[in-house]
Protein backbone atom coordinates (compact mmCIF):
# COMPACT_ATOMS: atom_id res chain seq x y z
CA UNK A 1 0.00 0.00 0.00
CA UNK A 2 1.61 3.40 -1.22
CA UNK A 3 1.56 6.18 1.85
CA UNK A 4 2.61 9.37 2.63
CA UNK A 5 3.39 9.60 6.26
CA UNK A 6 4.08 12.98 8.11
CA UNK A 7 5.86 13.14 11.62
CA UNK A 8 7.13 16.01 13.72
CA UNK A 9 3.84 17.92 14.34
CA UNK A 10 3.37 19.35 18.14
CA UNK A 11 2.89 22.23 20.35
CA UNK A 12 5.52 24.77 20.29
CA UNK A 13 5.59 28.23 21.85
CA UNK A 14 6.19 31.62 19.08
CA UNK A 15 9.73 31.88 18.22
CA UNK A 16 10.19 27.87 18.91
CA UNK A 17 11.24 25.20 16.01
CA UNK A 18 9.62 21.76 14.42
CA UNK A 19 11.32 19.37 12.24
CA UNK A 20 8.88 17.73 10.11
CA UNK A 21 9.31 14.49 8.22
CA UNK A 22 7.37 13.16 5.37
CA UNK A 23 8.41 9.58 4.40
CA UNK A 24 6.98 7.22 1.57
CA UNK A 25 6.45 3.54 1.57
CA UNK A 26 4.79 1.43 -0.83
CA UNK A 27 6.78 3.05 -3.81
CA UNK A 28 9.58 5.79 -4.27
CA UNK A 29 9.24 9.18 -5.05
CA UNK A 30 12.39 10.20 -5.76
CA UNK A 31 11.86 11.41 -9.22
CA UNK A 32 8.97 13.57 -7.99
CA UNK A 33 8.65 16.74 -6.66
CA UNK A 34 7.61 16.87 -2.86
CA UNK A 35 5.66 19.48 -1.50
CA UNK A 36 4.97 20.93 2.06
CA UNK A 37 1.38 22.45 2.50
CA UNK A 38 -0.84 24.39 5.40
CA UNK A 39 -4.20 24.25 6.43
CA UNK A 40 -5.19 26.59 8.90
CA UNK A 41 -8.79 26.30 10.80
CA UNK A 42 -11.50 28.31 8.26
CA UNK A 43 -9.09 28.44 5.52
CA UNK A 44 -7.91 26.94 2.19
CA UNK A 45 -5.02 24.69 1.96
CA UNK A 46 -1.59 26.83 1.01
CA UNK A 47 1.35 25.73 -0.40
CA UNK A 48 4.60 26.35 1.74
CA UNK A 49 7.75 24.81 0.07
CA UNK A 50 8.53 22.55 -2.38
CA UNK A 51 11.61 20.81 -3.77
CA UNK A 52 12.67 19.38 -7.14
CA UNK A 53 13.32 15.49 -7.23
CA UNK A 54 17.02 16.46 -7.69
CA UNK A 55 16.69 18.44 -4.76
CA UNK A 56 18.02 21.77 -7.06
CA UNK A 57 15.38 23.77 -7.07
CA UNK A 58 13.27 24.65 -3.60
CA UNK A 59 10.55 27.02 -3.63
CA UNK A 60 9.08 28.73 -0.67
CA UNK A 61 5.88 31.38 -0.09
CA UNK A 62 6.69 34.38 1.05
CA UNK A 63 5.28 34.19 4.71
CA UNK A 64 8.30 31.71 4.99
CA UNK A 65 11.23 32.20 3.57
CA UNK A 66 13.59 32.80 5.84
CA UNK A 67 12.30 30.96 8.27
CA UNK A 68 11.70 27.50 6.95
CA UNK A 69 13.82 24.78 5.01
CA UNK A 70 12.87 21.66 2.89
CA UNK A 71 15.06 19.27 2.50
CA UNK A 72 14.85 15.02 1.09
CA UNK A 73 16.58 12.29 1.43
CA UNK A 74 15.97 9.97 -1.75
CA UNK A 75 17.47 7.17 -0.35
CA UNK A 76 14.99 7.26 2.37
CA UNK A 77 12.36 8.44 0.46
CA UNK A 78 11.80 11.02 2.94
CA UNK A 79 11.67 14.43 2.81
CA UNK A 80 11.64 17.15 5.63
CA UNK A 81 10.54 20.71 6.48
CA UNK A 82 12.35 22.54 9.54
CA UNK A 83 10.59 25.40 10.66
CA UNK A 84 12.35 28.26 12.67
CA UNK A 85 11.04 31.42 14.62
CA UNK A 86 7.57 30.08 14.11
CA UNK A 87 4.56 32.58 14.78
CA UNK A 88 1.37 32.02 15.95
CA UNK A 89 -0.11 32.13 12.31
CA UNK A 90 1.92 29.15 10.94
CA UNK A 91 -0.96 27.05 12.99
CA UNK A 92 -2.24 24.16 11.33
CA UNK A 93 -2.55 21.30 9.80
CA UNK A 94 0.73 20.41 7.73
CA UNK A 95 0.38 17.82 4.52
CA UNK A 96 3.18 16.45 2.16
CA UNK A 97 2.02 16.02 -1.31
CA UNK A 98 3.53 13.89 -4.28
CA UNK A 99 3.83 16.20 -7.46
CA UNK A 100 5.71 15.78 -11.01
CA UNK A 101 9.34 16.80 -10.64
CA UNK A 102 8.67 20.58 -11.35
CA UNK A 103 5.75 21.05 -9.06
CA UNK A 104 5.42 24.54 -7.61
CA UNK A 105 2.74 25.58 -4.53
CA UNK A 106 -0.44 24.74 -5.92
CA UNK A 107 -2.52 22.52 -4.19
CA UNK A 108 -3.80 21.42 -8.21
CA UNK A 109 -0.13 20.33 -8.90
CA UNK A 110 0.02 17.25 -6.96
CA UNK A 111 -1.65 13.53 -7.09
CA UNK A 112 -1.09 12.05 -4.18
CA UNK A 113 -1.24 13.69 -0.14
CA UNK A 114 -0.61 12.59 3.12
CA UNK A 115 -2.80 12.50 6.19
CA UNK A 116 -1.45 15.42 7.50
CA UNK A 117 0.40 16.02 10.89
CA UNK A 118 -1.33 19.32 13.60
CA UNK A 119 0.94 22.28 14.71
CA UNK A 120 -0.05 24.34 16.70
CA UNK A 121 1.95 27.90 17.97
CA UNK A 122 1.11 29.36 21.15
CA UNK A 123 1.59 33.13 21.18
Known amino acids: QVQLVESGGGLVQAGGSLRLSCAAS????????MGWFRQAPGKEREGISS????????TYTDSVKGRFSTSRDNAKDTVYLQMNSLKPEDTGVYYCAVGPPEAGLETNEYDFWGQGTQVTVSS
Open 26 to 33: GRTFRNHA
Open 51 to 58: ISSNSYRR
